[in-house]
């Protein structure tokens, strides 16, 4: 079982540029998530998806645009990067009504 | 969310067992006490669960009083590799989503 795949797993955009982060499933869960996470700080929710076709906003989700393509993936969009989205992101997924999400291994990103 | 209190870091020697205390004051009826564990580069991983008196498994266990306003995390006989950063949830299984907060955790290293 691969779990929750991230790619690419290293980026660096320059300021403007806009990229995708790709993340994908193969547990059969219902919910997704995005996080992001900043040096000596907590995960912080950008957005998540709690079925299928469904989308909502997490805490920070200026900058960003996410597509649940199918209940596999959900990818994350910047489309014009800037310095302050340099962070590590985290994709995770959840069957409904279990404990416990599973993470990927993350996405280090840096805007120059 | 019920917000979750715990301290920033805490040291160790390994063979000890070591204690991490959460406090959850406003935690609602319908909520479960969650401790995910990360270590750098890496995804948090879901490590125990519980709702009331005590639950073990393999990696841990998880004590939490009647009044359920505050739990603890109880690692034994640490090991270097327990080094990482620990974190406490509280999850509601509410609906689709289910979105987790996670604060800044405790950040816990052990020594020889």
């Known amino acids: 079982n691969a779990g929750v795949t991230q790619t690419p797993k290293f980026q660096v955009l320059k300021t403007g540029q806009s990229m995708t982060l790709q993340c994908a499933q193969d547990m059969n869960h219902n919910s997704m998530y995005w996080y992001r996470q900043d040096p000596g700080m907590g995960l912080r929710l950008i957005y998540y998806s709690a079925s299928e076709g469904t989308t909502d906003k997490g805490e920070v989700p200026n900058g960003y645009n996410v597509s649940r393509l199918n209940k596999r993936e959900f990818s994350l969009r910047l489309e014009s990067a800037a310095p302050s989205q340099t962070s590590v992101y985290f994709c995770?997924?959840?069957?409904?009504?279990?404990?416990?999400?599973?993470f990927g291994s993350g996405t280090r990103l840096t805007v120059v | 969310l019920a917000k979750t209190t715990q301290p920033i870091s805490m040291d160790s020697y390994e063979g000890q067992e070591v204690n991490i205390t959460c406090s959850h004051n406003n935690i609602a009826t319908n909520d479960y006490i969650t401790w995910y564990q990360q270590f750098p580069s890496q995804g948090p991983r879901f490590i125990i669960q519980?709702?009331?008196t005590k639950v073990t498994n393999e990696v841990a266990s998880l004590f939490i009083p009647a009044d359920r306003k505050s739990s603890t995390l109880s690692l034994p006989r640490v090991s270097l590799s327990d080094t990482a950063v620990y974190y406490c949830?509280?999850?509601?299984?509410?609906?689709?989503?289910?979105?987790?907060?996670f604060g800044t955790g405790t950040q816990l290293k052990v020594e020889l």
């Open positions: 519980g709702y009331k």
């Open positions: 949830l509280v999850d509601g299984f509410t609906g689709g989503g289910n979105k987790l907060t």
């Open positions: 995770a997924s959840r069957r409904q009504g279990e404990s416990g999400y599973t």
